[in-house]
């Protein structure tokens, strides 16, 4: 089967690739949101659970950050520029995981004071939560269409080609 070059990324260099590109960031992600929800519930905005989501988040936005940039360098560009792609498919899924920066960088900056600074904790939350669901949707994303043969969104599948 053909592989969309987000499947390749993971099946590369195992276990290594798999653990650096996708458990990790899932990992936080799925700790940002299990503590974001407790959060929600019990209101408590300055326990332990808020300390470990605000590290969490922080962590993962920084790390994400250097994943976009090493991957826009060696993978995102050349690709584009060589006319690599494998299809819309292809396109589709490294693109959407490439946009987990937004959320998870978003959720840094307002952890950080860089956004946000003059907002109001609750006022902090509603844009924090917004973020977990926003990098859920892409992620997601991502997977999906990064699990399809790319083969099928070419020419001669009744697709476009790239």
């Not at 690739?17 to 899932?26: D, G, R, S, T």
């Not at 959320?103 to 973020?131: C, Q, R, T, W």
């Not at 020419?155 to 476009?160: A, D, I, L, T």
């Amino acid at each position: 089967m053909n592989m969309t070059h987000y499947m390749g990324l993971l099946a590369d260099n195992q276990p290594w690739n798999l653990l650096i590109f996708m458990a990790v960031p899932v990992i936080c992600a799925e700790t940002i949101a299990v503590t974001e929800l407790a959060i929600l519930f019990t209101r408590n905005l300055n326990g332990t659970l808020r300390m470990v989501n605000k590290a969490v988040s922080i962590f993962a936005g920084i790390y994400f950050t250097g994943i976009f940039l090493y991957l826009m360098k060696t993978a995102y560009i050349p690709l584009t520029v060589n006319g690599g792609w494998k299809g819309w498919i292809d396109v589709v899924a490294v693109t959407f995981y490439l946009l987990g920066v937004v959320p998870l960088l978003g959720m840094a900056l307002v952890d950080l004071g860089v956004i946000y600074k003059n907002k109001s904790s609750e006022e902090k939350l509603k844009v924090h939560a917004f973020f977990v669901g926003m990098f859920l949707i892409v992620a997601h994303i991502a997977m999906i269409f990064g699990m399809i043969d790319p083969s099928i969104g070419q020419s001669g599948h009744g697709g476009m080609n790239m």
